[in-house]
Nanobody
Framework: QVQLVESGGGLVQAGGSLRLSCTAS????????MGWYRQAPGKQREALAT???????NYPNSVKGRFTISRDNAKNTVYLQMNSLKPEDTAVYYC?????????WGQGTQVTVSS
């Protein structure tokens, strides 16, 4: 099993930045892929960024250029740097991990962007 703990959410003004952190209970070298998702009220969960074990990353067009996923192997932590935030980015942000062909989720962290 893998436990994931997100942090870094909060209230920010439009145009601002936040960096979310996701710390895993295992070495992220052993995790096939990790990703960030978000879910706004009344909407489906949306994929934001993925980082594979080889370090390659993927983003949907909706956040490409604004959001960046990275990792610190020594800290077993994956980050999501979010810039130029908009009110429509308001959501609960979740981290997930693909470990031994099972998907694990963190508890989520709230991000609220005020206009």
């Amino acid at each position: 099993q893998v436990q994931l703990v997100e942090s870094g959410g909060g209230l920010v003004q439009a145009g601002g930045s936040l960096r979310l952190s996701c710390t895993a209970s295992k070495s992220i070298f052993t995790i096939n892929a990790m990703g960030w998702y978000r879910q706004a009220p009344g909407k489906q969960r949306e994929a934001l960024a993925t980082i594979i074990s080889d370090g390659s990353t993927n983003y949907p067009n909706s956040v490409k250029g604004r959001f960046t996923i990275s990792r610190d192997n020594a800290k077993n932590t994956v980050y999501l740097q979010m810039n130029s935030l908009k009110p429509e980015d308001t959501a609960v942000y979740y981290c997930n991990a693909n470990f031994q062909y099972r998907i694990y989720w963190g508890q989520g962290t709230q991000v609220t962007v005020s206009s």
